[in-house]
């Protein structure tokens, strides 16, 4: 089945400091991509996607960009926020419901 | 306001004693499902739905119970609770299309003693 792995956290940066979270997937065919976010107390929210190759998902500064010749969907900001200290969790899932499955997640602390 | 809610958002029982978790969207989605979410595991499904009387199994099914007789509607129940079952329970809906964004519920934390 699917699957969908991301870097160990916790990350801890200070303010304005570049961001990366690694996320990579297997899947037989081809997912749609996201990454949710988690703040502390709350359920998740869809933080961006994209849902095929080459395609950049992007919302409140952050990017990720579907390679499928990496199978990667590595999470980016160039400037962070304390406010942006959550947990991010990367999932794919195919077409019409089907596979739905999310990484462990990676805890993010921003500094000020 | 489109939303997924879930009743309720704490629950503490005891070992053996019967619970139902609600759970309700309001965007006439056809997808619904549940995952737990566990420190150092993520999210993982525990039942899904396509559409009404259509439901199937996820990763950890084992000790829970759904059922879809309204759209609308995708209640978790587990019939006899373990302490194992303790953990922070969310469900979930989305439209059933190529793109399969899910939009989650604010989550149940529940504790079996």
């Known amino acids: 089945g699917n699957s969908v792995t991301q870097m160990e956290g916790p990350v801890t940066l200070s303010e304005e400091a570049f961001l990366t979270i690694n996320c990579t997937y297997t899947a037989t065919g081809y997912p749609s991509l996201f990454w949710y976010v988690q703040y502390p107390g709350e359920g998740l929210q869809l933080l961006l996607k994209?849902?095929?190759?080459?395609d950049k998902g992007s919302n409140k500064g952050f990017e990720a960009t579907y390679r499928k010749e990496t199978t990667s969907f590595h999470l980016e900001k160039g400037s962070v926020q304390v406010s942006d200290s959550a947990v991010y969790f990367c999932?794919?899932?195919?077409?019409?419901?089907?596979?739905?499955?999310f990484g462990p997640g990676t805890r993010l602390s921003v500094l000020p | 306001e489109a939303q997924v809610t879930q009743n309720p958002r704490y629950l503490i029982t005891v070992t053996g004693k019967k619970l139902t978790v609600t759970c309700s969207q309001n965007?006439?989605?056809?997808?619904m499902s549940w995952y737990r979410q566990d420190p150092g595991l993520g999210l993982r499904q525990i039942y899904y739905s396509m559409n009404v009387e259509v439901t199937d199994k996820g990763d950890v099914p084992e000790g829970y119970k759904v059922s879809r007789k309204e759209k609308r509607n995708f209640p978790l129940i587990l019939e006899s609770p373990s302490p194992n079952q303790t953990s922070l329970y969310f469900c979930?809906?989305?439209?059933?299309?190529?793109?399969?964004?899910?939009?989650f519920g604010p989550g149940t934390r529940l504790t079996v003693l």
């Open positions: 994209a849902t095929k190759a080459d």
């Open positions: 999932a794919s899932g195919d077409n019409y419901g089907q596979n739905f499955v």
């Open positions: 965007m006439n989605h056809e997808y």
């Open positions: 979930a809906s989305s439209l059933l299309d190529s793109d399969n964004e899910q939009f």
